[in-house]
């Protein structure tokens, strides 16, 4: 269930430092074939542009408080490697619980790839990866643990995404795409977006257009990822699922943000 503004179009993805131990990192071992798929990502990055990237990881009760999971680090791995890889633009990291305040900053920085030919630049992606993610490993228990509100608030996070676009397209030169991926359950337990159970599609769609929301014109994709996938409990039934997703669907519309999709189930590589 995707929502695309015709004006802008992104592929279906997912203090600032510079990281200049990483980007002098050594070429590591690449296969013939990781070189194919490294130089498939590059054929899909928007031409002369830089793109960046920002992932929302809900930790609240129904969240990951102790690491991250296979599938979110695969999100992860996924956006790190477009940010670094199509324009060298800014990756950036926020753990969430109950609101706006209820946040703390895992890892932000400019990903810079560098090397004579593409080639050459697409062998240090491995390297790059493999520290970026060791330094996202080091920094998130800290982060989980300032967050001491086990609630959820999904919604207040659309906010933080604002003002990350904000920042990264100031001043930058050329096209600057700012994609933004929420990773949540999609069951908010605070704020606006407690839905109950009992709620229908169209009334989930009702309560999403009662919500007040932050401009997202200057996000060219939202993602909400994993909605309807709780980390431990009974999970929710179908109906409820199909209401949560057309909630997040119709909320993230009316934001203005380029392109919004909304699922369940995160595709390696999108």
Same mark, same amino acid.
């Given at each position: 269930? #995707? ?6 179009? $992104?592929?279906?993805? $997912? ?6 131990? $990483? ?26 542009? =830089? ?19 296979? #599938?979110?680090?695969?999100? @992860? ?15 950036? *990291? ?8 209820? =946040? ?12 004579? =030919? ?36 999904? @919604? ?24 933004? =991926? ?12 407690? $839905? ?8 989930? @769609? ?15 994709? *939202? ?6 996938? @709780? ?40």
């Amino acid at each position: 269930m #995707t929502y695309m503004n015709l004006r802008r179009a $992104l592929p279906a993805v $997912l203090g600032i430092a510079a990281l200049g131990l $990483l980007a002098g990192c050594s070429d590591a071992p690449v296969t013939p074939g990781e070189l194919g798929r490294l130089q498939q990502v590059v054929a899909s990055c928007p031409v002369d542009a =830089t793109e960046h990237h920002q992932t929302r990881i809900d930790v609240s009760g129904s969240g990951e408080r102790s690491g991250l999971s296979s #599938t979110t680090r695969q999100v @992860v791995s996924d956006a790190i490697e477009r940010t670094a890889i199509c324009g060298a633009g800014t990756y950036s *990291l926020v753990v969430f619980s109950a609101g706006a305040a209820h =946040t703390a900053s895992v890892f932000e920085s400019t990903l810079t790839l560098h090397g004579a =030919t593409e080639n050459a630049r697409l062998r240090r992606v491995p390297a790059l990866l493999s520290e970026t993610l060791e330094q996202i490993d080091q920094a998130y228990p800290d982060a989980v643990a300032a967050l001491t509100d086990g609630s959820t608030d999904v @919604v207040a996070q659309l906010s933080g995404a604002a003002e990350f676009a904000a920042q990264v397209t100031r001043g930058g030169e050329g096209e600057q795409v700012v994609a933004v =991926t929420i990773r949540t359950d999609g069951i908010g337990t605070a704020g606006t977006g407690s $839905l109950p159970t009992s709620i229908t599609t169209s009334g989930a @769609v009702a309560a999403a257009d009662a919500i007040a929301v932050p401009d997202l014109s200057a996000v060219d994709q *939202l993602t909400f990822s994993g909605v309807g996938q @709780v980390s431990s409990g009974t999970a929710p039934s179908t109906a409820y699922v199909e209401a949560l997703k057309a909630f997040y669907q119709h909320l993230g519309e009316r934001t203005g943000a380029g392109s919004v999709l909304v699922v369940t189930e995160h595709l390696e590589g999108r």
